[in-house]
Structure formats: structure tokens, C-alpha cells
């Protein structure tokens, strides 16, 4: 990672005074800063940065020196994500989010990195009261919307239909975003509505986007309001739409009326691909596994 910063900014990334890293430097001889023609100095903030996230690892210095000097700062990881949420440091978290993006794909930044950093601040916190939570969800949620923005426009006739019924700030909320984000830049024609949308007010969405299929997320709607929804998307874009869970929206009670798409972004894009392919050649969609809905 390239960059430099002066001993202060250096210390405080560290969680150090200025003269506790000047011993480090005396001591250890690394971090090893270069000196401006002024004579201060200048550290590598890779170096910072490597050091820093092996002693969050190790809490001993000597160990953290050695591990440090071995592996450098290491890849873009959950860890280091989770880390600088921990920090409110937005700066360090858009650098490993670009960082990431150097080696992985978006898609794969968005389940590699980004969402498993939030799931693990949320594990490790008394999400969602915590703010360390609540800072590492904005930073998500402002980050896929951003990264919506920029998704090329939609290149496939297939529209979806998402109902969400999460709640911010849940995890599964960030999901849904994603679920969203991976379904544009597949080219797909993608509208997201919260599941409390009044069915009776529908019918002009859902002509706009005649969708191929409908897919329900989250866990904050009853079967009876997802029922309604279901209804009214068969009785206006036809009975042939798809119908998906994902992620668990509907409890598996045992029959089949509802298909299951798999609980990651990529996978469960995949399948809605693989099913709206399979319909254009055979003008049905595939059956996948499947959950109950009494509509």
C-alpha cells in the first residue's frame, strides 16, 4: 500500500504515543520511517497498517514486529475491514474496499469482504444498539448504494421484483442490497420494494416492470402480507412469475409452492440466471428447492 504519514498520525493509528513508537523504531527497527529534507519522519503507512493489524492479532510487540515483517499488511480481509469499523476509520475502510477491488471482483468484494466485516461487527457487538455496528452498517449500505449507481444499465428484457421486508439496520437488510446490486450488474431490470407495500397500489409497478420473478427477503413480514404480495404480483404479471425466497423470508414448513434460492448474492444470482435462461429456451421456469406459502 503506498503513502506516507508523519509520526503522529502514524502513533495514533497505532493506538500509541509518538514517543512509544519512537522507541519501537530505536528498539525494533520497524516500523523504519524515511526522513523529508526538513528532517522529519516519514512512515510507510503499509508498514503502519502491517503492524497495526498484527498487534490487534498478538498484543506483544516483539510478535507483532516479526509477524509484521513476514506477511506485510496481507490482502484486503474481513478482519482488517472489521478493524477499521472498530476505529470509525472511513479513510482505512474505503482504502481496503479499493483494495479489494485490485484482486476481486465487486461481487466477490461484496461476499469475501464487505459483508462478512458487518456480520462480524454484529456478532461481536450488541448489534444493532452498538455504535461500532452502526458505523460499519452505514458504511456498507452507503458503499453498495454507491457502487448501484455506477452499475451499467440493464441489459437483459427479464425484470425482478424484490420485496424486502428487512429492517434497518439488520444485516439481513444489507442483503437485500446486495442481492439487488448483483442482479443489476448481471443486466437484469431489478426493482427493490419494502414489503409493506400496499398491494392494492401495486399494479403500476409491477406493469412497468413485468417481472419474471418476484423474490421476498427478510424476516419482518408476516405469510399473510407476503401472501397478498404474491397474489397480486401472479395476478398482474401472470401466474408463470417465479416465485423465490431468499434467505428465509418464508418459514419451511414442509410443502412447496415457493422456490429457495442459495443465501449468498453471487450464488443466489446464479440461480435466478440459470432459471430465467432455462424458461426463455422452455418458456417455464426450472423448479429449484422449494418452501411453503399459502397463496
Known amino acids: ?125 450488541n448489534a444493532p444498539q452498538s455504535p461500532e455496528y452502526g458505523f460499519a452498517w452505514r458504511f456498507a449500505t452507503c458503499w453498495l448504494a454507491a457502487t448501484q449507481r455506477i452499475s451499467p444499465p440493464a441489459s437483459r428484457a427479464e425484470g425482478v421484483l424484490v420485496f424486502d421486508a428487512s429492517r434497518p439496520p439488520e444485516a439481513e437488510a444489507l442483503q437485500a442490497q446486495a442481492l439487488e446490486l448483483v442482479l443489476r450488474r448481471a443486466g437484469l431490470r431489478t426493482l427493490t420494494l419494502t414489503a409493506d407495500s400496499d ?8 406493469s412497468a416492470l413485468d417481472p419474471r420473478a418476484v423474490v421476498l427477503t427478510g424476516h419482518g413480514a408476516s405469510l399473510d402480507a407476503l401472501g397478498r404480495l404474491v397474489f397480486t404480483a401472479r395476478r398482474t404479471a401472470g401466474e408463470d412469475v417465479a416465485i423465490l425466497d431468499y434467505r428465509g423470508a418464508i418459514p419451511n414448513t414442509g410443502s412447496s409452492t415457493v422456490e429457495t434460492l442459495p443465501e449468498t448474492p453471487l ?12 424458461r426463455g429456451a422452455s418458456g417455464r421456469f426450472a423448479r429449484g428447492p422449494s418452501t411453503a406459502i399459502g397463496y
Open 267 to 278: 450464488a443466489a444470482r446464479e440461480a435466478l440466471l440459470a432459471r430465467l435462461d432455462a
Open 1 to 125: 500500500m503506498g503513502g506516507s504519514i508523519r509520526t503522529n498520525a502514524a502513533a495514533a493509528m497505532l493506538g500509541v504515543s509518538p514517543n512509544t513508537l519512537r522507541s519501537w523504531e530505536r528498539r525494533f527497527g520497524f516500523p523504519e520511517p524515511k526522513r523529508t529534507a526538513g528532517g522529519h519522519r516519514q512512515f510507510d503507512l503499509g508498514e503502519i497498517e502491517a503492524l497495526r493489524a498484527a498487534f490487534e492479532e498478538t498484543q506483544n510487540i516483539s510478535s507483532a514486529v516479526s509477524v509484521a515483517r513476514e506477511r506485510g499488511a496481507g490482502p484486503a480481509s474481513p478482519a482488517r475491514l472489521q478493524s477499521a469499523f472498530g476505529r470509525y476509520d472511513e479513510d482505512g475502510a474505503n482504502r481496503l474496499m479499493e483494495e479489494s477491488l485490485t484482486v476481486r471482483s465487486v461481487e466477490r468484494t461484496i461476499e469475501e469482504v464487505l459483508l462478512p466485516s458487518v456480520e462480524a461487527m454484529a456478532a461481536a457487538h
Open 199 to 206: 398491494p392494492s397500489r401495486l399494479g403500476s409497478a409491477i
